[in-house]
């Protein structure tokens, strides 16, 4: 019996390797085995930032129709929702969207700590309406203190925020941006998550700004990181000279210096299944701003979000 199964073993191991393609042993087998045939698109919001000349009900629309799972949607000063009226405002945005056909996967905020009250009515109001992911404002360093009492600071500041995340069931995300802000590296914002309930509050991972901040080093950091990422943010640049200097510059997905083959490998090796906020902060007359006047035709800014995001899907199965 033995025999017979070794022989049945053989055979089988030889029919399916006639199946699959030739392939180098030095390094292309692991590629094999994460073959992109097998992963589903991921699930991208878009930043309502750069569509708020429309209005709630327009927004669901254009969203569905671009192919987009939702909205991360702005609720802070200048954006789709005022703070100061989130209590009706909000409900009215997240009625309206889905009346167009999309839903508020997640927001975009300036919440800062639970001593605020307006910062506790948005979280309420945000919870009430079921929306489970919020971004809170960037922390700055504080005049007159070291950065380590800083990052003390508001490492308690965030574990007051995740346990009112807990009771009201809405999950915090900080997200590392480039700068001199906290969070500038993701050492700060593994830093000041120390003490969060870890459940309820993490990590918004931004690749370009990580990127930006560490051109070869932010993989360490997506992997000091990754187990914390709860949403994550996608967006491209490159190195130019403006006005006589080296800076930033926003450009559409594929067309800058971002590696996402190597970073959407690594988010499925992590096996990191979050939502996505996909932003575009290069030129659309305006757009790009969170202008509610632009300069150009709206159905350009369209078609640039649409390119991107076929862009991104065709970059996740290439991983």
Avoid at 13 to 33: D, R
Avoid at 181 to 194: A, N, Q, T
Wanted: with cysteine.
């Amino acid at each position: 019996m033995n025999s017979i199964t070794r022989r049945d073993f053989m055979k089988k191991s030889v029919l399916l390797a006639s199946a699959l393609p030739f392939i180098n042993v030095g390094g292309k087998i692991m590629e094999m085995s994460n073959s992109n045939e097998n992963f589903d698109n991921l699930d991208v919001s878009v930043f309502s930032k750069h569509l708020q000349f429309l209005d709630y009900t327009s927004l669901g629309e254009k969203v569905k129709e671009m192919g987009f799972s939702g909205v991360d949607l702005t609720v802070r000063a200048g954006g789709h929702v005022e703070p100061a009226t989130v209590k009706v405002d909000l409900p009215k945005a997240v009625a309206e969207i889905k009346k167009g056909g999309s839903k508020v996967n997640m927001i975009a905020t300036t919440i800062e700590s639970v001593k605020n009250p307006l910062d506790v009515n948005v979280l309420e109001t945000a919870s009430a309406c079921g929306i489970k992911y919020y971004r809170p404002a960037w922390y700055k360093y504080a005049t007159g203190k070291a950065l380590p009492e800083s990052l003390e600071m508001y490492a308690l500041q965030l574990k007051e925020l995740s346990l009112l995340n807990k009771k009201l069931g809405i999950v915090g995300c900080y997200q590392n941006h480039a700068g001199n802000l906290v969070g500038g590296s993701l050492w700060e914002v593994y830093d000041i998550l120390k003490l969060v309930d870890k459940q309820y509050f993490g990590a918004q991972y931004d690749i370009r700004h990580a990127m930006v901040e560490g051109a070869n080093s932010w993989v360490n950091g997506l992997e000091l990181i990754h187990p914390q990422i709860k949403t994550i943010v996608i967006k491209d640049f490159k190195w130019g000279i403006v006005n006589g200097k080296w800076d930033p510059i926003n450009v559409p997905i594929g067309e800058g210096m971002v590696d996402f083959k190597k970073f959407f490998r690594m988010l499925k090796n992590y096996k990191i299944e979050v939502p996505v906020s996909m932003h575009c902060e290069y030129d659309l007359g305006g757009a790009e701003k969170g202008n509610r006047q632009i300069s150009i035709e709206p159905q350009l800014v369209f078609d640039a979000m649409k390119k991107d995001l076929n862009k991104i899907q065709q970059l996740w199965h290439e991983a």
